[in-house]
């Protein structure tokens, strides 16, 4: 009873912050006050349950239960993020959060004595909705990116990473999260499919992420008058973006794989003028590297041809690229058997994959989503079902705090 | 002599005004300090010829010369706009105001006394780049728009026309010019097509607008997680977009008329989700009104067709549909007359077109532009045509306003 009750008095408290009146969805973009105020709701829970929070630098959490344990024992981390694409769902990131706090409670109130540390954590800047960098936060603590790299990416208004961090109250020089004292990391998360849905279960693991990434297209044209430019003076490069907006699609489909041109901009974007320029940002994703490369290349080779038709001029480039994450399959095995789950891939990426590409064995629990709709404010989950996930990731931290062998 | 300099000096004065660094480009949206700079040059450039300026309450301006001609004797209005598209160039606009002011010396130095009043003047917004209606400010003074219409038009950043009229220290109260005393407006334009470049002459006549319009598409389907959602359970309306863009390029280049989608503007617009709305604005031309109407009319079928296959949701909505201006025949047969210009066609809408509509006599002199570039950084007139323009503009006004007969 009490945990039903706090996981849903934790939810109440999150869903007016950064929540739009007008489409229900969540603009909590990092280092905004929406998203200061959610640092200082953890801080405050975390408090609440007797735990100290660590908040690093640039603003990723952490807070340790049973700290003192022999430094021997490598800890469990577990937790999720907090910020959301823009106009986006509830669950996506602050369910693993919530969850994680839920089940530590869960976890005291069974009497669970833990042979090593409970970290409960978040990580900044998952989905890279202000600044193009997905999950930024877990790859500077694992140092797959540095900070002098991420410092002067800019976000749309052109505010450099660094100055963001600055205004938000931070101070980077106090250093980046420790991952040293972490053995094991699991992340719950709201899945963004329907794969449970299929399979009528409330709860599953993750196999694997699919490769995916990031690419910016910039269509160059020329200027000109809406009006008088004859069709066949034309070097518009919103036909080109436009043809090869439906090629990815095509391409995709085809090979039973992902391309999404979910971003545009144009310049000067002014309704009586053929655009200068169009940049538009590809997401795909693919089951493999090499098909991954393959969808991308496709796409690319018929921009580049449309290009030379309209005049226009491509340039491709690559923002961010992340290989295939094989999660252990041996700790997803293990923590499957506990609750008879279901061991499923997913398309999203997570701050779980880029722990995984730092060595550290890391394990996903995923809680059914009824429509499989994500990254949009009509996600949802079923409260019973996120109450289930509590139960799992309980009974999946119980394993592995507990006496028995760690995550390997 | 005097006026060559006068010339060349008035617009350097005016080249920095607004001018984006990066692009080389003009930002002279109204009710701008860009702008408000503009009114006072106009202002200060009119008292040095001793004459007294009017700026009605929302910012058009007038300056008679011989205001005390016999009221029987109805005025001759030449002028253009000083506001630009987004990024748009020096001439479009601000050639016609500078070449007023310059022929007004020049029938000066040539002792011109003219019979009935000669007036300069300066329309408000005529590009429509901020409030999405063009030729706001001569519609307002005709009557052809009311103020209680357009007070409410909100420009992109949410600021209504009427609190950015008053934020630029004018009164909408204190009145709106009076058009009572123009008995023949006369605007020259830098030609934004190559018809003069083709006749090999830097002068020309107006004889007709090209009927034309804007048309807002608002294409709505499902925010949707990029990653994880399936090609084939998608809602994706980028792609409704990206195919009735292409669609209206081709129909437009079937029927010889022009269509183009240069502003678009995307909901949530994040990589890593399928957009929940993508509103696109469609600029339409044709060579009659039937032709533009089976132009919109196959555009929006098409469009509407692949919403079905696409299962998105299309609203079509007409933002403002302007018909074919034919100017007064005889004034333009009377004025090509003077230096045997040729009478060709615009596809551009003017000020001039919405003074003939309300009825009032209306010429345009074209000058000619060597690209045809038009509302691009690109767009460029060498001084020997402005020059020769300036020229033909007091020819034109020493014929309109001398002893013989007027407009008509």
Redesign the interface.
């Known amino acids: 009873m009490s945990t039903r009750r706090g996981f849903e008095e934790m939810w109440r408290d999150l869903a007016p912050v950064g929540r739009s009146a007008s ?1 229900g ?1 969540y603009f909590r973009q990092p280092w905004t006050s929406a998203e200061g105020e959610l640092r200082s709701w953890f801080g405050e829970e975390c408090a609440r349950r007797g735990l100290t929070v660590e908040t690093d630098g640039i603003g990723n959490q952490v807070a340790w239960w049973h700290p003192d344990a022999p430094t021997s024992a490598k800890g469990v981390l577990t937790g999720s993020h907090l910020d959301s ?4 769902g509830a669950y996506d990131g602050p369910l693993g959060v919530v969850s994680a706090l839920a089940a530590l409670d869960l976890l005291r109130e069974r009497g669970v004595t833990p042979a090593r540390p409970l970290g409960l954590g978040v990580f900044v800047e998952e ?3 202000r600044f ?1 960098r ?1 999950c930024l936060g877990s790859r500077l603590v694992t140092g797959a990116t540095t900070w002098e790299q991420a410092r002067e990416l800019r976000d749309r208004e052109g505010v450099a990473l660094g100055d963001a961090v600055d205004a938000a109250g931070l101070d980077p020089s106090a250093g980046l999260l420790s991952l040293d004292r972490v053995g094991t990391f699991v992340e719950l998360h709201v899945e ?2 329907r794969d449970l849905v299929d399979r009528d279960v409330a709860v599953g693991v993750a196999s694997e992420i ?1 490769p ?1 990434g ?1 690419w910016r297209f910039d269509f160059a044209g ?12 034309r070097h ?1 490069p ?2 080109t ?3 090869t ?2 090629a990815a ?1 095509k391409q ?2 085809l090979a039973g794989q ?7 901009s ?11 320029l169009v940049t538009a ?1 590809l ?1 795909a ?1 693919a089951s493999s590297d090499d098909a991954l490369a393959e969808l991308v290349d496709a796409i690319g080779r018929q921009a580049e041809e449309r290009a030379g038709r309209d005049g226009t001029a491509l340039t491709l480039t690559a923002e961010s690229v992340s290989g295939s994450v094989a999660f252990d399959a041996d700790l997803a095995a293990r923590l499957a058997g506990i609750g008879g789950w279901p061991v499923i891939p ?4 997570h701050d779980a994959g880029i722990l995984s590409d730092a060595g550290i064995p890391t394990a996903m629990v995923f809680v059914r989503n009824p429509t ?7 996600e949802h989950a079923e409260t019973a079902d996120c109450l289930a996930g509590v139960e799992a990731l309980a009974d999946v931290l119980a394993e592995l705090v507990g006496p028995g062998p760690a995550g390997r």
Do not use: C, I, K
């Open positions: 489409s969805g694409v823009l106009d986006g989905e890279g909705s193009g997905a963004q499919g699919w995916h990031r020329q200027a000109n008058h809406a009006g008088t430019t004859r069709m066949e003076d518009d919103m036909l973006y436009a043809m907006a439906l699609n995709a489909r992902r391309a999404t041109f979910g971003r545009v144009v310049e000067p974007n002014g309704t009586n003028a053929v655009p200068s940002w997401d994703r997913t398309q999203a990426g499989g709709v994500s990254h949009s404010p009509d």
